[in-house]
């Protein structure tokens, strides 16, 4: 029985698997598992972290995967643990405590409603964030305005990585960035290859410890050529998405946190 034969049965839960990508998050790491209390199956794909991490996942989730690789990429990592998932429903969390596991039900209640993709946003009523600097704000504002008008779409929010999708929308989503532009490939790429996508609001905390491997410039450049060249290289004709294939959930909607 595949994905779609599932959520279409009365009262069926869709099984969920979270993958999170981690190095050197050990302090995040005993924030984080605890609370991963709305899935069915951990994955952490570690970056060969040398601060304990792998120690304080098989203590705190002894049923989490944990698969090793060196530390290439965050989109090389997600690709791995996208590979390794086994349940209908993936969703894609940072590990630094940012992201609110308390949300997964809003994102998951949303792939039961028929959409394939669904992507959080901090602009959507109800979202927020405690995290953007204002050169990140500026960032993300611009290349979101360029996607919408790339692949004519209605996008709110799309450098941020917290993601729910179909576990068997990956194969569509042909996934091949090896960094942080991984997340605005695979907003791009649900476009190209036709999916049903939703916007849910949420909302962004502070790094709880330590610092993020995120750098603005280089990251912003790479999510800039990878978005263009996708869109260059796309030959399939885009029309521009109507509220029911881009449809934003009000924040009455949400989980609880």
Not at 124 to 145: A, K, P, Y
Not at 223 to 243: E, H, Q, Y
Request: glycine residues 8%; aromatic residues 8%; charged residues 25%.
């Amino acid at each position: 029985m595949n994905t779609t034969d599932l959520f279409r049965r009365p009262n069926a839960r869709p099984t969920v698997t979270a993958v999170i990508p981690t190095l050197n998050e050990a302090d995040n790491l005993r924030w984080l598992l605890p609370r991963l209390t709305e899935v069915d199956e951990i994955i952490v794909v570690d970056g060969e972290s040398t601060d304990g991490s792998v120690e304080i996942i098989r203590l705190l989730r002894p049923d989490a995967v944990i698969i090793s690789q060196p530390a290439r990429g965050k989109g090389l990592a997600l690709q791995a643990g996208f590979a390794a998932a086994t349940c209908d429903v993936i969703v894609m969390l940072d590990a630094d405590g940012s992201m609110n596991p308390a949300e997964i039900g809003s994102f998951v209640a949303m792939i039961g409603r028929g959409f394939d993709f669904v992507k959080g946003s901090r602009y959507s009523c109800g979202g927020g964030s405690e995290d953007l600097t204002f050169m990140r704000r500026t960032g993300n504002q611009w290349l979101t305005r360029l996607a919408n008008t790339l692949y004519r779409t209605q996008w709110s929010d799309l450098c941020y990585g917290y993601v729910a999708m179909r576990r068997d929308a990956v194969e569509r989503l042909a996934l091949t960035s090896t960094g942080f532009e991984i997340e605005t490939e695979m907003c791009v790429n649900a476009v190209t290859s036709g999916l049903r996508i939703a916007e849910v609001a949420s909302y962004e905390s502070n790094r709880l410890y330590g610092e993020s491997h995120l750098n603005t410039w280089r990251d912003g450049w790479r999510v800039l050529k990878m978005m263009v060249g996708s869109r260059l290289r796309s030959r399939r004709p885009l029309t521009a998405a109507r509220p029911m294939d881009l449809e934003t959930v009000p924040a009455g909607l949400r989980a609880a946190a």
